[in-house]
């Protein structure tokens, strides 16, 4: 053996050593993606196609909306130490108070729509101030909340369902984007696909934002390599995002077949992006994730873990506000159970999605990932038939399997 094959020898072994180093390192978030593809192939399978026709992931989408939107909030809540038992319930106190204010006190939507935020950011305040700054747990502040909250929408709406509500309101959740284009370039292009009707924004809107997450990950993954930070292998860089790539623009095309853009959805990737940036590129969000890590190392370094921790909760309360207009104009109706037990949801969804229960640890996309699991679990068994008990014992084994792996990297990596 010549001396250049044996250097050719070292670095196949090297480089497979590295790949394998950073899959092991990386299994989570990877194996989570996957699950989600598996999962939605089981189900697209069992169902006979029921589970990825149009209109059925338009459903999806707007389904799962309010837990998406409480999960980005529960994500910077639990990487901050802390859980909030109360979500399901403010929102469905959210809900309610709009719904006194459109239908019963004749208010205009806009001016219930700017009072129930402020009402979820006070909210979020009132009991972010006894965890921040009184020390008392965040499981026992929430879950005096929840029971609070529960009670105020069941006085709120004495007991009784509360609607219908205006269009104007209806479409924070039911609404569409209109095409912008011509009809006859959509009755074009449908009759290239091959369908009946073809809604060409929402098409152009997924392939453009399929381009645009390609050219921020190539820029990424450029400026790390001239910081000389280690960055994922090449095939791996390349096949996660050709697979997300693609999945974006499928559902944009099976959204375009049937109405559109909704506007909630257009409303979660807003957020999405907006808390994706904060957690990983601000200040603020490196100095949570410091809290979580460890408090007292974080207050000695100079952080003001008490404002941080209140804010944290401010944020969750303005974002469980927003879910509650969300889920009331969905249902076109405020209920005294609405939002029950929706809490252990979203916070199923948080931890499956790679959070830590310790904090410190989670991204904002595998919150949204986790919610979506969840979300693609609920629709699939529903759409099988499969008995809501069953379901419940489904989605707990689901969500001990994710702490269970998390654990169990834990002690592996230590």
Known sequence: MTAVQSSERAEKAESGRSVRDYLSSHL?????????IAIMAFFQIVTDGTLLRAVNVTNLLLQNSYIVIMALGMLVVIVSGNIDLSVGSVMGFIGALAAVMIVNWDQ?????????????????AAQGYWIAYWKIPSFIVTLAGMLVFRGLSLWLLEGQSVGPF????????????ADIFPTGVGEALAGVFDVRRLNVLALGFGILAAAALVWIGLRQRARNRSYGIVDEPRSFFVARNAIVAAAIIFITYKLSTFRGLPNVLLTMGALTIIYAFLTQNTVIGRRIYALGGNAKAAKLSGI??????FLAFVNMGILAAAAGLVFAARLNTATPKAGFALELDVIAAVFIGGASMSG??????GAVVGAFLMGVLNNGMSIM?????YQQMIKGLVLLAAVVFDVYNKQKQG
Do not use: H, M, W
């Open 28 to 36: 989570r978030e990877y194996g989570l993606l996957f699950a989600l």
């Open 360 to 365: 410190g640890v989670g991204t904002i996309v």
């Open 304 to 309: 003001k873990t008490e404002r941080l921790t």
């Open 166 to 177: 205006p269009r104007e309101f209806q479409v924070i959740a039911n609404g569409f984007v």
């Open 108 to 124: 205009s939507v806009f001016l219930t729509i700017i009072v129930c935020l402020v009402a979820g950011g006070l909210i979020g």
């Open 385 to 389: 038939g499969i008995g809501i008990d």
